[in-house]
């Protein structure tokens, strides 16, 4: 991102600095504010580092989670988000979340 980038940016409004003795100076809340419109929050949050507290308000930053489901949900997740679960649709998966609920000791044939 270059000086003219930004210095665009505010000059439409997208940026707003603030002035601080003669000088134009963009606040670190409003420049990640703007970063996360160009990067993922946990690219932004590494980078910050020791700085991220100064930056961004607790409740917004990212928090692991972990979570148990079943395999099969997992699986369907995992796909979808690698574009590669054309063949389930939500029906599908509900019909064989019955089907293994009915018989416990494994899938119909």
Not at 80 to 87: A, E, F, M, Q
């Amino acid at each position: 991102m270059s000086l003219e980038d930004v210095e665009g940016w505010m000059e439409v409004g997208e940026l707003e600095g603030i002035e601080v003795r003669g000088s134009v100076v963009l606040p670190w809340d409003e420049l990640v504010s703007f970063a996360m419109g160009f990067w993922e929050q946990a690219d932004i949050e590494a980078a910050l580092g020791a700085e991220l507290a100064e930056a961004l308000p607790e409740l917004l930053m990212l928090s692991d989670l972990e979570v148990r489901i079943p395999r099969m949900e997992s699986w369907r997740w995992r796909n979808w988000r690698r574009g590669t679960d054309n063949r389930l649709t939500r029906s599908s998966l509900a019909s064989c979340a019955i089907s293994c609920r009915r018989n416990r000791s494994g899938w119909r044939q």
